[in-house]
């Protein structure tokens, strides 16, 4: 007999009356999808914010709609290596189409492409408020670029790894503040409840272990691809019971499961980089169910982009 069945027939047994705690454990029971949308390098050429439009009108037709959108970072194109003109252009396509498409809330978190004036080639200075991540916490109404938030009997971990590195580059890690802060809070978290991480750059890829250096004997993944520190941060994951972890960056689809924990990378709306699948990745996003027992289901959705030539 189906559980809803069931929970049918007891009502009925009641006097149509169901018991609070039986109707409270059907809700709960229930599982609750997301949607995480990384790499949208939303920009006014090659038809992105088009792309966009329709990437979230598909969210907003899934059978089952989301209940939250997650961002993977990257949300727009190229910030940190324009003026501020154009910096606010960018921001803006992005605000008109997050606000005018869905009703479905935002959660983001920042990758590198979010950041302002890491490079030389623009007009901000490091003491003004806009420089870094500024500008991106401005625009979207964030106190802080890492935070946490509970739901569907889930907990959130929005990380930011988005670190600078010498000579206008940057590298991925979580610098001591934050570490610290994810570390407290795991703690204090309720062992039994499951968890989800969401980063840009991912803590484990094997999607940049392409080409070997014959002078090495090696493959050597920087730190622009592959958080510094995974094996120590991913043990933390392991011991407070992070079921997955989602990532995005390199516009893969991969999939990793090590040490009871799930690194996905998931893809790309903008797939590459607006001028069509990267690497045979689809432009597409993707929907997570999560059960409250800590498993879960995800799928990667090709919502059907024709690139404009
Ligand atoms: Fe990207």
Request: charged share 25%; proline share 4%; glycine share 10%.
């Amino acid at each position: 007999m189906q559980r809803r069945n069931f929970l049918q027939l007891a009502g009925a047994a009641l006097g149509g009356c169901m018991l609070p705690s039986l109707a409270r454990a059907e809700h709960t029971a229930k599982p609750f999808r997301f949607a995480h949308l990384t790499d949208i390098h939303v920009q006014p050429e090659l038809s992105a914010g088009e792309g966009f439009r329709k990437c979230l009108a598909s969210v907003n037709s899934l059978a089952a709609k989301p209940e939250v959108i997650v961002t993977g970072g990257d949300m727009v194109m190229d910030v940190f290596a324009h003026n501020r003109d154009r910096a606010d252009q960018l921001f803006s396509l992005y605000g008109d189409i997050t606000k005018g498409e869905t009703d479905i809330a935002f959660r983001p978190c920042i990758g590198n492409h979010d950041v302002f004036g890491w490079s030389n080639r623009q007009d901000v200075k490091p003491e003004d408020a806009a420089y870094g991540k500024g500008l991106v916490c401005e625009k979207l109404g964030l106190e802080k670029t890492y935070y946490a938030f509970d739901q569907g009997g889930w907990r959130f971990y929005i990380l930011d790894d988005i670190q600078m590195a010498p000579n206008n580059r940057y590298q991925a890690y979580l610098e001591e503040e934050q570490l610290d802060w994810l570390t407290k809070d795991l703690e204090a978290k309720p062992a039994e409840t499951p968890a989800v991480v969401v980063s840009h750059i991912p803590f484990y890829t094997v999607t940049t272990f392409d080409v070997g250096r014959e002078e090495d004997l090696a493959y050597r993944v920087g730190y622009s691809a592959m958080c510094r520190d995974a094996g120590k941060i991913g043990s933390l994951f392991s011991k407070y019971n992070v079921k997955l972890a989602l990532s995005g960056h390199h516009h893969l689809l991969e999939r990793i499961e090590y040490n009871g924990v799930t690194y996905i990378c998931g893809g790309a709306v903008s797939g590459g980089w607006w001028r069509g699948p990267r690497k045979g990745v689809q432009e597409g996003y993707g929907v997570v169910d999560l059960n409250p027992d800590g498993t879960f289901k995800y799928e990667y959705v090709d919502y059907g982009w024709t690139p404009v030539a």
